[in-house]
């Protein structure tokens, strides 16, 4: 359970401001791509393989004047950000309910017991046959799989709020709605925050699995295969995925920056004040 | 604080998990019936009734031999295509993780220098990960099984590192004064004080293995659930392909009780200590 | 616990041995403009099968120095020995009762597991082991805790278990770092008898670190006190109590009250 509450790069941004850390990180990056450099150049593997990290690295700085490169992460990311959006829209008025509710909450914790563990990408053929290749599949898909991990954190961070908080506004006669309102949406809100976290990188996964799969739905995961297919552009591949790594701490950094605004009160920026 | 009382009645707990059992079956047979009117009240060639699927697949997979416990051999070939990916790509990935993570949280140096790297790879999706090792390591077995375990390894390491860095200090000084060798600070301290924190990435690392394993398995593959239901897709066996992502969801479930199992008997004592009055 | 009259095997005055010789030690922390010069320039010594109490205020380094003493850290200056070695790691036959009990016992193993833990790969056989740490538990009054987690026990309890470890471990020195300084003193008091009992049976040198006054002068032999930082050594007090002490008539006895006011005007005028 505790897996959940963490967002799982909260340290990253954190770690990468110190200068210290940074330039042994570089060091790191550089063992490792003159590591590949080497294994590129003398293990005897064909370059159709294993490209030169020098390529990689190359090919890489090269993506943002690839026009294709950059259509398709816009349709993945705008992919993931609808599915997102229409999953946090959903399930966090939905979780709050629930979360507030006893009954309600025991049945559909059980619910997500069992939805929880579906892998969401093997609803991808499913989902292929009823609404084709496609932007709205790709949509659905995300805010499907998507929609369980925020609910899960909308419900159990409303019914994780501190009682002494509800019980301090019931003694200063707030009603059961602005309590709700005033005590628990707040305290509750870091938590949901986590779990939007987490769903943005569930997001990406699946909106860029669903397009590795399905041909015709666009998107870097198309990109990637269509890379994979033409022989003499294998090393794009490697390209293209370390963009969308790259892309993918960018959301992070932003989505813990956003967090560190807009909830200067939760558990971890209190941690860090200290 | 909740203080757990330690004589809570066994038999009340005995019947509050009835209960809960009772809870779910019935919430899980609500949900097949909210699909079966669905289906019957919205006729669709892709959404059949799930009565329909299952008693598909229970002629497809359910022979009359007790012998093999009723399973037809397609069933169990399909299951074990899959775990021969599925098993060891976990067992390589979280063996991995957890040494990686114990030896870069120790040696600080080697933790700053590697830890952004990994970051980094840890940010490249699963999904874009296969397509990458499908040029390293073409589309067999292989590779399915390097892209778990590479998928299960980062998120684990980085939770080993966390767990291992925030072992109580008084406790290794404790091995230090009683000069305990290596051997069991390792495992007499750092790995149990790190134990909660491995088990919640293990958690998470087992969900996406299955993630992994579904993807690789749709993209390229000749057997397993993930192939079968595939191939049902292309064939129109609309049936055949429901009954596949069942089972997909069924192996979910069961890695996930696996996982909860062997947390909840080996951190008895977290649970308790921190339901404990502090 | 019972709080009457500590039991001793006899009144033998400790050997002239000295056994831990502290030597100018000094320690900084960090360097620079942040640096904490913890210790300035600590000397003195402990002879072997004594009761040795340091006072000094809070912050006076007495943690950092107990740390110097068990090889958790090294000496900026100056040098400390044991048995005419000198201490460059955790010296053998060295135990130590740390001051933050809830955070010295692991709470994954059994109060008699937590009690073997320093004799594990030792060439201790896993039922002499299991012997030890029963007997250990036995000493301190807990052996029907054995089978229960540190974290089910209070806090003079998992002291106890502390302790106990320590025993088991059958140490020719014990340091303890304020071991009581968060029980209640009912509890303290019941654990500073058990203490002295425990030294007296066995005769094992130790070296007890506290803020206390009282209790440094109800358990030592001698007591030591240390300035405010930089920390020295103020003065060194010899206790002319008998050995065998009692909580009510050892603290009625005029010489207690009067190396009690001496002590708390020595830390008082620094
Ligand atoms: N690890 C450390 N790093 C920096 N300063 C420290 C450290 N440990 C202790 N100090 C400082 O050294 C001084 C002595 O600390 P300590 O030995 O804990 O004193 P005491 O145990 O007598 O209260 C204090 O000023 C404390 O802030
Ligand atoms: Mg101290």
Redesign the interface.
């Known amino acids: ?3 959940v509450m ?1 967002a ?2 909260a ?2 941004s954190r ?2 401001i110190q200068p ?3 330039l ?6 550089a ?2 791509f003159l590591a590949i450099e080497l294994l590129s150049r003398f293990s005897g593997l064909s370059e ?3 490209p030169r990290a020098s390529t990689m690295i190359l090919r890489t700085l090269e993506l943002p004047a690839q026009e294709s490169y950059v259509i398709a992460m816009g349709e993945t990311l705008w992919a993931s950000l609808v599915g997102l959006m229409i999953a946090t829209l959903l399930a966090v008025p939905i979780g709050v309910i629930l979360g507030t509710s006893g009954a309600a909450y ?2 559909m914790s ?2 997500i ?2 939805m ?11 989902v ?3 609404m084709g290749a496609g932007a709205e599949m790709k949509i659905f898909l995300v805010a499907y799989s998507t929609f369980w991990i925020i609910l899960f954190n909308a419900i159990y961070g409303i019914r994780g709020v501190e009682p002494g908080l509800k019980d301090m506004a019931r003694v200063f006669g707030t009603g059961r709605t602005k309590s709700l309102v005033v005590v628990s949406l707040p305290s509750a809100a870091p938590f949901i925050f986590t779990g939007v976290q987490i769903a943005a ?1 569930a997001a ?3 909106t ?2 669903t ?3 399905a041909g015709g739905s666009g998107g ?2 198309q990109w ?2 269509v ?2 297919n033409a022989v003499t552009r ?1 090393e794009w ?2 390209a ?3 963009g ?3 892309v ?2 960018a959301i ?1 950094g932003l989505l813990v920056i956003i967090g560190r605004i807009a909830f200067p009160w939760s558990v971890s920026n209190r941690e860090r004040a200290e | 604080m909740i203080v757990r009382q330690p004589a809570e009645d066994s038999r009340r707990r005995g019947w509050r998990q009835l209960g ?1 059992l009772a ?2 079956l ?3 047979i609500g ?1 097949g019936l909210v699909w079966e009117l669905y289906a019957r009240a919205f006729p ?1 060639l ?2 059949p009734p799930i009565s329909a699927i299952l008693a598909n697949a229970w002629d497809q997979w359910v022979t009359g031999d007790w012998r093999a416990l009723f399973i037809a051999p397609v069933f169990l070939e399909m299951l074990a295509a899959s775990f021969r990916r599925l098993v060891p790509g976990l067992i390589y990935g979280a063996v991995s993780g957890i040494i990686l993570g114990v030896a870069l949280a120790r040696v600080r ?1 080697l933790g ?6 990994i ?14 090792f ?3 390591l073409g589309i067999g077995d292989t590779m399915k099984i390097w892209v778990i375990g590479i998928s299960v390894a980062l ?1 684990l390491l ?2 080993v590192m ?1 767990g291992v860095r925030n072992v109580d200090p008084t406790l290794l000084a404790v091995a230090k004064v009683y000069r305990v060798g290596p051997w069991t600070r390792l495992w007499g301290v750092i790995l149990p004080a790190a134990a ?2 491995t088990f ?2 293990l ?2 690392a087992t ?1 996406i293995a ?2 992994v394993l ?2 690789s398995e ?2 390229g593959a000749a057997d397993g659930v ?1 192939y079968y ?2 191939y ?2 292309r064939m ?1 066996y ?1 049936l055949d ?2 009954a ?2 069942l089972v ?2 069924f192996i ?2 069961l ?2 009780a696996v996982v909860s199992l062997a947390e909840v008997r080996i951190l008895r004592w977290h649970r308790q200590s921190t339901s404990t009055a502090r | 616990m019972s709080t009457t009259s500590i039991e001793s095997i006899d009144d033998v005055s400790p050997s002239v041995n000295v056994l831990l010789d502290v030597v100018g030690l000094g320690k900084t922390y960090g360097s620079g403009h942040g640096a904490v010069r913890a210790l300035d320039d600590v000397t003195f010594s402990v002879e072997e099968g004594e009761f040795v109490c340091i006072v000094g205020p809070s912050g006076a380094g007495k943690t950092t120095l107990l740390r110097c003493l068990a090889g958790l850290m090294t000496p900026s200056q100056g040098q400390a020995s044991i048995a005419g070695e000198r201490i460059s790691g955790p010296p053998r036959g060295l135990a130590m009762v740390f001051q933050d009990y809830g955070r010295s016992l692991m709470p994954w193993l059994k109060v008699v597991e937590n009690v073997g833990f320093p004799l594990r790969n030792k060439g201790v056989s896993k039922a002499e082991r299991r012997e030890r740490s029963m007997a250990a538990l036995e000493s301190v009054g807990i052996a029907n805790f054995a089978q229960k987690h540190p974290w089910q026990l209070s806090g003079g309890m998992q002291q106890r278990v502390a302790i106990a470890r320590a025993l088991a471990y059958q140490p020719q020195v014990l340091l303890m770092d304020e071991p009581f300084a968060s029980v209640d003193a009912q509890t303290r008091s019941d654990l500073e008898d058990l203490t002295l009992r425990i030294q007296r049976q066995s005769g094992i040198t130790t070296v007890f670190v506290t803020h206390d006054i009282d209790e440094s002068v109800y358990l030592g032999d001698r007591v030591i006190v240390l300035t405010k930082p930089p920390t020295t050594v103020s003065q060194i007090f010899d206790v002319p109590l008998p050995r065998e002490r009692d909580p009510i008539s050892t603290k009625e006895l005029p010489e207690f009250a009067h190396l009690r006011a001496t002590v708390m005007r020595a830390i008082k005028t620094l």
């Not at chain 2, 700053?112 to 790297?117: D, H």
């Not at chain 2, 970051?119 to 990458?132: E, G, L, V, Y």
């Open positions: 359970m505790t897996a963490r799982p790069d340290t990253l770690r990468l210290r850390p940074v042994l990180g570089v060091a790191g990056f063992v490792f159709e393989i294993l025991r049945a059980a619910l017991e069992f929880r563990p579906v892998p969401p990408v093997a609803l991808i053929p499913p292929l046959l009823i990188t990406f996964i699946v860029i699995g397009e590795v799969l870097i995961g990637l295969m890379n994979l294998r591949v490697f293209g995925a370390f969308a790594g790259l993918g701490v992070t | 809960d809870l779910r019935a919430v899980l949900a669709s892709f959404i140096f700053e220098m590697f830890s952004p790297l970051q980094f790879f840890r940010a490249i999706p699963s999904s874009a990960k296969i397509p990458m499908m040029v390293l998120p980085m939770n966390d909660p924190q919640a990435g958690r998470i969900m299955l993630i579904v993807l749709l993209t993930g239901v595939l049902a897709q129109f609309v392909m429901w596949g992502v997909l969801g979910g479930y890695l996930n």
